[in-house]
């Protein structure tokens, strides 16, 4: 009789963790019919979506378990960064890129007759930030994660994000970014993990057991928090870090009482009160109770974030002594400062702590980033908001600052306006809380994004501080993750360098230089520019498909997708654009470069002018594109709501990169290391880390034009007349006049005026003064993109050296210089049936 012996070098994968092609496989159509209830007769490419996305998040899943193991167990120093915005993206595709399996998963499900690049585009693009900002402290967690640094993305979890825009007459119009309406497979909830995060009320003085005196915060209503964690891979190692975002909810969603006495809508008033916390990024705050919800979330997620952290140390450690010692917090902007306040709260008044302990904790835990040199940008929150909402908190706030000016007198005798400047109060009619010097006095560590912004910061905006603690101020210039930005964006162009260079500048992209080797290589630079042609196709189908605009790839792409903002400057493209259209109708047979001017970008719901430059760019196209005597020459595109993936679309197709803010304006700007990554040329001034990337491309390689910061600052000193500009050059008293006439508002030369007006009159962020440089050096855009062979130098060279600009090395500097914390490694077991289970 056979007997069968099992043969011991057969492997079994488990369908969840298994990544070969037929599991992959297995484990996708069973998600699609176990966890959906869908088989493919009646499946749509959203079930297809979802389906990929489990798959894909149980493989995470394995690696993140793993992950948080470790560090419990380890006992590590963990970062905290703590932010309003995560601006993460679609996650599949990112996700797939990091785990190696995009190249199969495309494999296995076009095996199936599906249209994989249909699928990824199912999943909706969270807006839950509102530009830069969010977008570094997702470019940031992807690459703490690559470095295997134990960290944890701490911020809210927004039921709508920032608003989906759309056009109306040319105007924005803002409809609800309801990017929750199917669920989110990405993310998991721990209601078990929620804490209360108190609202209003007031305080009184009691006796502990011992018989001292203690501050009791008695709160009008308690929130609670419920944490919604989503697993962020590093690229091709096993850690798996934690964003963790909170959504508010009643701690009794149900009024019984209040309904059995017919009083409906009363039954569901503290549910309804308490989601609108996290209901919406950034709410208007143009009117009190705007302002009393915007200040509310910035506390609610950082009390939230703080207990966590406190619980979780509390895990493994006995005392709260050494909490500085293994937490590091970094402050992302003024939004969550006050958290400083919070952390010295939880100290003293749950912990027992005295005042000198909890502020040494509290000092060595925080880390402040500033991101802006805009005064109006540096919160200010009302005394009397802070009484109603946060009244413990007001009153740490004043002891905080009775302390440190004592100190500031001390060392620094007599100085009444040394004081007046470093105070948290802003004395006035009505006190206001100052954000920025919350973070300042309350950190250890205190840094600018680009290093222009960090002088400019340690000159005027932050001046005293920097005259009393130097040893605070660091400069870490921002970056952004490669993997997003050229790999996932641009994949043709990711396997050329792959092929020439290896793939080693994925985790280290100072190794791009070596494409300086083969830049004179005739078959390198063919295929650069056909990759680059390629992109421009896509986009221009992209643009017909949604805009109806026939754009010709052979012109010359010139962009600008930013947050719309005065100081970004849009409209002094538009000056531009009008030059060149004036330049054609005095002569329609003008040899003219033809262009594809390209904006995108939100303007904040209150904002009229920057709303206003929307309508003028979309005037404009009206104009210009159908006009027979320009012949195509110029088109004018505006596409709206530009968010991630939009952006993956255009910074590979783009060939000139507008970053023409005013000088010491912008804080560092991360879409100009975009655009350069790909290839794109920049023309703009020297404003923030346009400086350094300057310096990298080389000067010959970027297109510089513009006062500088310190000539910006003189010519304002000294008395700057804008309409001078206006009577001396003729061609922008041209373009002026044009739109002043109501040429491209229908006759209605009133419409336009909130924008010229200003422009002729004042002008605070000088287009007038930089106009004929702008011109002038676009005519030097124009010469150079007619010269293939020096374009494709310039391209390649900027791409080659954009190493800098990797979010890697600006985490490096965090960990080395600020944060203090090593990487951890995580080792993954490989599966065994016998054990499993």
Known sequence: MDTFTPQSNIKVEDDRTGMSAETLKRAFLDNLFYLQGIDRSNASLYNYYVAIAYTVRDRLLHRFLKTIETYKKEKVKIVSYFSAEFLM????????????????????????????????????????????????????????????????????RYEFGIFHQTLRDGWQAEIPDNWLRFGNPWELSHPTESVEVKLGGHTEMVHDEAGNMRIVWIPARTILAVPYDTPVPGYQTNTVNPLRLWKAEASEAFNFDAFNAGQYDQ???????????????????????????????????????????????????????????KVAVQLNDTHPAVSVAELMHLLIDKHNYSWEKAWDITQKTFAYTNH??????????????????LPRHLEIIYEINYRFLEDVRTWFPGDDQLISSLSLIEEREEKLIRMANLACVGSHAINGVAALHTELLKRDTLKDFAKLWPEKFYNKTNGVTPRRW????????????????????????????????????????????????????????????????QVDPNSLFDVQVKRIHEYKRQHLMVLHIIALYNRIKQN????????????????????????????LINAVAEVVNKDPDVRGRLKVVFLPNF???????????????????????????????????????????LDGANIEIREAAGAENFFLFGLTAQEVYDLKTNGYNPIDYYHNNEELRG??????????????????????????????????ADYQSYIDVQEAVSHAYCDHEKWTDMSILNSARMGKFSSDRTIREYCKEIWNVDPVSITIENYNPATSG
């Open 89 to 156: 993206g679609r996650h599949l595709g990112n996700n797939l890129i990091n785990l190696d399996m995009y190249d199969k998963m495309r494999e296995i499900v076009e095996e199936l007759g599906l249209d994989f690049d249909k699928i990824i585009e199912q999943e909706p693009d969270p807006g839950l930030g509102n530009g830069g900002l969010g977008r570094l402290a997702a470019c940031f967690l992807d690459s703490l994660a690559s470095l295997e640094i134990p960290a944890i993305g701490y911020g809210i």
């Open 267 to 325: 039954a569901v008033a503290e549910k309804m009160d308490a989601e609108t916390i996290s209901k919406v990024l950034y709410p208007n705050d143009n009117t009190p109770a705007g302002r009393q919800l915007r200040l509310a979330q910035q506390y609610f997620f950082v009390s939230a974030s703080l207990q966590d952290l406190i619980r979780i140390h509390l895990r493994t450690h006995n005392s709260l002594d050494d909490f500085h010692e």
């Open 372 to 389: 802006t040199l805009l005064p109006e940008a540096l919160e200010r929150w009302p005394a009397g908001l802070f009484a109603s909402l």
């Open 486 to 549: 050229i790999l996932l964006s641009n994949p043709e162009l990711a396997t050329l360098i792959t092929e020439k260079i290896g793939d080693g500048w994925l985790k280290n992209l100072d190794e791009m230089r070596n494409i300086e080797a083969v830049v004179h290589d005739p078959d390198f630079r063919h295929r650069w520019r056909e990759i680059k042609q390629g992109n421009k196709r896509s986009l221009a189908a992209y643009i017909l498909k949604n805009r109806n605009i």
């Open 588 to 615: 329609p047979y003008i040899d003219i470069l033809p262009r594809t001017f390209i904006f995108g970008g939100k303007a904040a719901p209150g904002y009229f002018l920057a709303k206003l430059v929307i309508k």
């Open 643 to 685: 968010n991630v993936s939009l952006g993956q679309r255009i910074y590979p197709a783009a060939d000139l990169s507008e970053q023409i803010s005013t000088a010491g304006k912008e804080a560092s700007g991360t879409s100009n290391m975009k655009f350069a990554m790909n290839g794109a040329l920049t023309i703009g001034t």
């Open 735 to 768: 373009v002026i006049d044009r739109i002043a006439s109501g040429y491209f508002s229908h006759g209605d030369g009133e419409l336009f005026q909130p924008i010229v007006g200003p422009l002729i009159c004042h002008d605070p962020y000088m287009l007038m």
